[in-house]
């Protein structure tokens, strides 16, 4: 089976700006839009043009600066957004405007009280006008998940006529369970008659703790693209996290996709990320969190010490992690504590280690964590005197 390449669309500065708190300047935008294309993004929404002065003179700037990926720029189905978005592209070397409405009934009747018909020739209009600017055009069908499928078909069949080179399915409110969000993906494929001249895109939401999943589901199911924040950031429960699916993607190889993701630089990206948008990131965050290659049960620090592959199923160093951390606590075990003495420089025995276990587990109910003093403290009271290893 010949790889296939799956698109990595970045939204942080879009999508993920918009988590409350996490506003960026043109300076930060810039930063970041240059550390996302040095990463292996294929797309950077660098923002919502007519949003804001500051937003437009963000993309302005990021698409002077971008020489490599496309610069894309997200707009409403309204003439004076697209026209704004191209306004702000016009430096782009690979300029993508991004138009769209909601196709839901939830959107078609209570947002826009509009009807299905009105909807469809409100997408052809925006694809169209999007068309006199750039020839990249991504056209997304918002609510996408809540959308009848065989509407959503007409949709997308529609747009792609009119010129859309991406049509982006969005799980607008992570309300899809992967399996639904995979046939979802599956229909379009085999039932919008020009879709092999568009890319599919998934763009998930986390709501219920998905959206990596669903995304997954998608391009397993024909999609191309999957639009992605660093951290997982965005509206509400956040987007899906480009971290995660793109080493999914790197450890699954039996599906036959890869990105252009340089994974290595996943780790120093978080971080950058969280400190700019003075966000952190949780400690038990997949891939980039600060336990996500830590080791405190007894158990596991045992299988990890004799084979790492028993509890890692990912090098720290793939990911640009600092590397494993055998965590000492309550709940750990004698091949741990012989491991961090030895880390120190003590030659102790089985023996030993038997008694000074014994010593350990009491401190280790008092506090949260053992540390490197901890046991100093420990090997200094133990009798006979420790040899250190010089």
């Known amino acids: 089976m ?19 708190g996490c506003k960026l300047n043109t300076t930060e935008k810039v930063e970041l839009a240059l550390e996302l294309e ?18 437009f003179e963000s993309v302005a700037q990021i698409s002077k600066i971008i020489k490599n990926a496309t610069v894309c720029g997200l ?22 405007i991004h138009t769209g409405i909601g196709t839901s009934d939830f959107h078609i009747k209570a947002k826009f009280n509009a009807t299905p018909e009105e909807i469809l020739q409100r997408a052809v209009q925006a694809v169209k006008w999007a068309r006199n600017f750039v020839d990249d055009v991504e056209f997304y069908a918002e ?14 069949e529609a747009v792609i006529a009119a010129g859309a080179t991406t049509v982006n399915i969005p799980d607008t409110t992570g309300y ?10 599956a229909w379009l494929v085999n039932n919008v008659p020009n879709i092999d001249k568009a890319v599919i895109s998934c763009h998930c939401h986390n709501d219920l703790g998905l959206a990596t999943a669903n995304s997954i589901a998608g391009v397993m199911n024909g999609a191309r693209q999957i639009e992605c924040t660093i ?74 010490l004799k084979d790492s592959l028993t509890y890692e199923i990912i090098n720290p160093e793939e990911v640009g992690a600092e590397g494993s951390k055998i965590v000492l606590t309550a709940r750990s075990g004698r091949s741990a ?5 030895h880390k120190l420089g003590y030659q102790f025995t089985r023996n030993d280690i038997d008694i000074l276990y014994q010593r350990f587990l009491q401190v280790a109910d008092t506090k949260k964590e053992v540390n490197e003093e901890d046991l100093h403290q420990l090997a200094k009271a133990y009798s006979p005197q420790p040899v250190i290893a010089l």
């Open 2 to 20: 010949a790889e296939s390449k799956v698109f990595i669309f970045d939204t942080t500065l879009r999508d993920g700006e918009q988590v409350p």
């Open 38 to 55: 040095a990463l292996g993004v294929d797309i950077i929404e660098a923002g919502f043009p007519i949003s804001s002065p500051g937003d």
């Open 75 to 96: 707009s409403r189905a309204v003439q004076k957004d697209i026209e704004t978005a191209a306004d702000a592209l016009k430096s782009a070397k690979r300029p993508r």
């Open 143 to 156: 609510d996408a998940g809540r959308t009848d499928n065989d509407y959503l078909a007409r949709v997308v």
């Open 176 to 185: 899809c369970l992967p399996n639904q969000y995979g046939d979802k993906i």
């Open 231 to 304: 951290n997982g950031l965005g509206e509400r429960a956040g987007n899906t996290s480009l971290e995660e699916v793109v080493m999914v993607l790197k450890q699954h190889k039996h599906l036959g996709l890869y990105t252009d993701i340089k994974t290595q630089k996943l780790n120093p990206m978080s971080r950058l990320v969280a400190d700019t948008m003075r966000t952190p990131v949780q400690v038990n965050k997949a891939i980039v969190g600060a336990n996500a290659f830590s080791h405190s049960s007894g158990i596991h620090q045992d299988g990890f």
């Open 337 to 341: 504590l012989a491991h961090r003495f």
